[in-house]
């Protein structure tokens, strides 16, 4: 069973507009994930984190910034929003032999 | 560099038949696990199999059995007894001895009745 959770699940905002997407999980997974999406495309990996305090780039180049200051917790930041950012944004945690996703975000920039 | 390859854009098959999804992955690391996942149109993505490198035996989960060759670096998602609801992307992953897990481009199965 995953408990991983994303919020929001929709969101429609402003070019320039700071915002947070949050991710949070009660799994205990050391290891967490960012992944952005396009519909019916590859995940492209744009965060992720070894537990806390320890963030990485991904494989995407990516405007936004994560933190990780709890091991539950691991929200992703766009500090002015671009209709370029208008993606689903993926969360997900991984323990040895699993990795759940949360419900995913999608995000519109308008 | 880690790498997943899925060869097969779209597979369609007919209800109540098996299906094979073509998985084959690039890695120099001795240890590391392969991922499938089903990603319906609702976005979504869902956990279906695991599979370690140092796994004896092939992972199964219900109707879904992951045909792991390991010389041949295949790992590909065998799915018995398709139904309707099987109708979805499903994307194969990897996790690196640098703890990412990469994805490959995803596969859109299609059953039909």
Not at chain 1, 40 to 52: A, K, N, P, Q, T
Request: proline content about 3%; hydrophobic content about 30%; glycine content about 8%.
């Amino acid at each position: 069973e995953a408990d991983i959770y994303q919020t929001p699940r929709y969101l429609v905002i402003g070019t320039g507009k700071k915002i947070t997407l949050e991710c949070s999980q009660t799994m205990g997974h050391d290891k967490m994930y960012w992944y952005q999406q396009d519909p019916g495309m590859e995940l492209h990996l744009i965060h992720y984190s070894y537990g806390v305090n320890s963030t990485e780039k991904g494989d995407l180049s990516s405007e936004s910034t994560v933190s990780r200051i709890r091991t539950e917790h691991f929200p992703l930041t766009l500090e002015s929003a671009r209709p370029s950012h208008t993606s689903q944004y993926l969360c997900a945690s991984r323990s040895h032999s699993e990795a759940f996703f949360g419900q995913g975000t999608r995000l519109t920039v308008v | 560099a880690q790498k997943i390859t899925q060869t097969q854009p779209g597979m369609f098959v007919q209800e109540k038949e098996a299906v094979t999804l073509d998985c084959t992955y690039d890695t120099s690391d001795q240890s590391y696990g392969l991922f499938w996942y089903k990603q319906p149109s609702s976005g979504e993505m869902i956990f279906l199999i695991y599979q370690g490198s140092y796994d004896e035996q092939n992972a199964t989960e219900g109707r879904y059995s992951l045909n792991f060759q390991k010389a041949r670096k295949s790992a590909n998602l065998v799915i018995s007894a398709s139904q309707l609801g099987d109708s979805a992307m499903y994307f194969c992953a990897m996790n690196t001895g640098f703890q990412k897990l990469v994805f490959g481009t995803g596969t859109r199965l299609l059953v039909s009745p």
